[in-house]
C-alpha cells in the first residue's frame, strides 16, 4: 500500500527538516498557494529523504488557505523552526526564490499534519531479526543505527563494526549477487571490506541482504580540497596500485563496441525526441566511429562506480573501496572513466554536504596523475576519445529518466569532439 502514496519532501533543508517531524518537533508546513495542488484533509503521503529514502507516512489533518500576513506566532510553533521572525525572514526569503513577486499579501497554504507510520522504525525491527539470528557475527547487540544513504537499499551500523545491507528492491536483487561475487573474487583484497555473510534465501527476512565489515573513515571528498597537490598526487599514485590489485586477472573479452553502442541507441531512442534532425545525424555519425574508439581491449573485473564518494579513507589514511554491487568485466579504462569526468565535473557524485566545497581547479590534474601511474594506459589507443565515448554513455543513461538540457548538451557536445577527432590525421595511421 505504501507504495501507491504520494511522496514529498520540503523545498530547503530537507533531511534537516525530515528530523524534526520524526522527532515530532515539526507538525506543519507552509507553501505558496497553488489552486491546481491541493492537499484534502485525511490524505496520507511518504515524507522522503533527499536521496529518496521513505521517511514516515504521514496524514494531513488541517490546511489553512491564507494570505502570509495571517500567519502568527502560534500556528509557526507547528513548524518548528526557530522564533517567530525567524521563521518569517526564512520564508520570506525562499518564498521569493520561487516568486519574485512574493509578499506579505500572497496566499500560503498552511498544512497541519501527524506522523502516521515511522518506516524507518519498520526498517530498524529488520536489522533488529536479521541481528538476533547472526550472532555468530555480532555477539552482544550493543547498537543499531540506519545510515540514511543509498536509493534502494537500507543500510545499518551494528555495534559501530559491522554493516547490514538490505536490498529493498526486488528487481534490484541480480546487484547483490554482483556484489557478492566480486567479494568472493578479492577476498584476500585488504584495501575492500570483508563480506561476512550473504543471504538471498530470504528465509529470515523476505528480502536478500549481506553483511559487512564496516569502515570507520570518510570519503575522499572529505579530504581532496584540503590536500595541497603533492598529497593528492601521492594518493592517486597509491589508488592505482589498489585498481591494479583488481584489474590483474583477464577475463574473456567480448565485443565491446557492440556493447556500447547498444546501450548509447536504446538511451537514443528513448529520448529521440529531445534532438532535432541535424543534433539526431551528429550522434548517429558519431557511433559510426565507435568500432574504431573501442578497438583496443585488455578484460578484467572492474569495480564500475569508482568515484570519490565509493572511495575512502580509513582511520589510518588507508584507502578502501566500497559499493561493487555494479561491478562488471570490462576493459580497464572504463573503470576510470568517472574520475576523468571529476575533472570537469568534481561535485557529481559529492553529497550535499561536501559538494560546495568541490572546486574544478582542485582536480586539474586528477587524470594526468592517473595517467602517470597508471602506465598501461599508454598502451591504449584514442584513450581520450574512449573516455568521451563513455562520457556520452554516462550522460545517455541518465537522460530518459531526468530528461536535463545540460545532459543533452553535453551528448552533443562530445559526440562532435568524436567526429572533430576523427578527422585528425591520426586517424588514417
Known sequence: MNNKLKTWHFGIDNDKLVELVLSGKKTATTSIYDENDESVIGEESILIFD????????????????????????????????????WRKAHIEYFKTINPDFNENTKVAFEIFEVKENLIEQRLELARTISKTNRDIFGDIESIEEINAGFNNSIFSINGK???????DSKKEKLFDTEANFYKSNQDNENIPILYRYDNSKNIVPYVYEIIEKINGQSVYYHWYTMNEREREEFVKELVVVLKKIHSKEYQAYDWSSY??????????????????????????????????????????????????????????????????????????????????????????????IDPLQKPEDYQNLFEYIKKYYTE??????????????????????????????????ILINCQKILDSFKNEKWLK
Open 377 to 410: 594506459l599508454k598502451n591504449v589507443k584514442y584513450l581520450k576519445e574512449r573516455m568521451t565515448v563513455y562520457w556520452v554513455l554516462d550522460d545517455f543513461e541518465l537522460l530518459p529518466r531526468f530528461r536535463n538540457s545540460e545532459d543533452k548538451e553535453r
Open 51 to 86: 536521496n529518496e529514502k521513505k521517511a514516515c507516512i504521514t496524514k494531513t489533518k488541517k490546511v489553512i488557505i491564507t494570505e502570509f500576513k495571517n500567519i502568527d506566532e502560534k500556528l509557526s510553533i507547528l513548524e518548528g523552526e526557530g522564533t517567530f521572525e525567524e
Open 260 to 353: 556500447i553502442k547498444e546501450k548509447v541507441l536504446s538511451c537514443f531512442n528513448q529520448t529521440i525526441d529531445m534532438f532535432n534532425e541535424d543534433e539526431r545525424t551528429i550522434i548517429l555519425e558519431s557511433l559510426e566511429k565507435y568500432d574504431e574508439i573501442l578497438s583496443d581491449n585488455k578484460f578484467c573485473l572492474i569495480h564500475n562506480d569508482l568515484h570519490f564518494d565509493n572511495i575512502l579513507l580509513d582511520d589510518n589514511n588507508s584507502i578502501k573501496l566500497i559499493d561493487f554491487n555494479d561491478s562488471q568485466v570490462a576493459p580497464f579504462d572504463f573503470d576510470l572513466r568517472l574520475l576523468y569526468m571529476s575533472v570537469s565535473l568534481p561535485w557529481k557524485w559529492a553529497n550535499s554536504e
Open 162 to 168: 559491522y554493516i547490514i545491507k538490505i536490498c529493498g
